[in-house]
């Protein structure tokens, strides 16, 4: 990437999107990988995270484990974007926001501890909006690592699949842990001991729960969480097919596997208005890049003259993220 030209910034980025060290001096260990000091790391994310190239050195988790969320529309009047993505991202459970080409041009993702939370959200904005919220929830994921490579020109790159979910490894205090990585570690030569004092508990503690949390697979991606469209990732389409129940697990499979897309899942349709239930991302450095992707797509046999629509997005207004914790209990 032309933004990212010194190859200890690159190897920052290339190799510690996940994976990232659960030991007391984390930012130590990439120094030692990338071949310079620990206070050049901290300094060098930190400069990165200032001018918007990371979003932060975080977790993500998997959806609808420890927190609830769900994907979002709305369909604003041309001169009431503006207007109606403010109210959108003023909402505290907002934690993706996006304008994409099409009647339904407001996109969000509504996080929250519960789904109470979730539903109070979307019921707030449809309120304060006074437009209808598209409630598109998760229902079957194929591929949702998300990870961006640095060098060269070659799609996203993805990783294995996630890891089996284990829930019954959540234990009492993980969601004020989870909300803090979710949010971003300090950038110190010792976060996971800041976090411990932030949580009143010990170091080895918060240590031994992220830990048991990845194996887990609740604590689904841990490392620098990039903005992709900083870094060259700027053709971003949403592809929505309307394929019928009983073909989902065939397509999805097919979808997920295909070079250039970088997410896909089953969502909940919306019988009146939206009928698509699968859906994919495509990340690429232009539009052309996308649209081959998407034809690639359109040739699988279990997607072949099945009903899409391609939404491109043109405006990013949030990316943070993930509200798990209520505000009140994350900050005791």
Not at 39 to 52: F, H, K, P, W
Not at 61 to 75: G, I, M
Not at 217 to 238: C, D, T, Y
Not at 278 to 294: E, F, G, K
Request: hydrophobic share 45%; net charge neutral.
């Amino acid at each position: 990437m032309k933004d990212v030209v010194n190859h200890i910034d690159r190897a920052l980025l290339d190799d510690w999107q996940r994976d990232f060290p659960v030991v007391s001096r984390p930012f130590a260990e990439l120094a030692n990988a990338v071949g310079t000091t620990e206070v050049d790391v901290l300094t060098r994310l930190a400069d990165m995270q200032d001018s918007g190239t990371i979003t932060r050195v975080g977790a993500t988790c998997a959806p609808n484990t420890l927190s609830a969320s769900t994907l979002a529309a709305v369909a604003a009047p041309k001169d009431r974007i503006e207007e109606v993505a403010a109210i959108i991202n003023e909402d505290p459970g907002v934690n993706h926001s996006y304008e994409r080409e099409d009647q339904w041009n407001l996109w969000f993702v509504a996080t929250g501890p519960d789904r109470d939370a979730v539903n109070a959200s979307l019921a707030r904005i449809a309120d304060r909006t006074g437009l209808r919220v598209l409630d598109l929830r998760l229902m079957q994921p194929f591929n949702i690592d998300l990870g961006f490579k640095m060098a060269g020109q070659e799609p996203p790159v993805m990783h294995a699949k996630p890891r089996a979910l284990d829930l019954s490894a959540i234990r009492e205090g993980d969601k004020a842990l989870m909300n803090i990585l979710t949010n971003g570690m300090p950038l110190v030569a010792a976060p996971y001991a800041v976090i411990a004092d932030q949580l009143c508990r010990t170091e080895a503690e918060v240590l031994d729960r992220v830990t048991a949390l990845t194996d887990a697979g609740v604590l689904s991606r841990l490392g620098v969480i990039v903005r992709h469209r900083k870094l060259g990732w700027k053709s971003n389409a949403m592809v929505v097919w309307n394929v019928p129940p009983g073909r989902i697990y065939e397509a999805g499979t097919q979808l997920a596997a295909l070079p250039g897309v970088t997410l896909c899942y089953e969502r909940r349709p919306v019988a009146d208005v939206w009928p698509y239930r699968l859906y994919c991302m495509i990340h690429a450095q232009s539009r052309d890049a996308a649209l081959a992707v998407l034809e690639n797509a359109r040739a699988l046999p279990a997607l072949r003259n099945i009903d899409h629509k391609v939404l491109f997005s043109t405006r990013c207004f949030r990316q943070t993220g993930a509200m798990i914790d209520r505000q009140k209990e994350a900050a005791e």
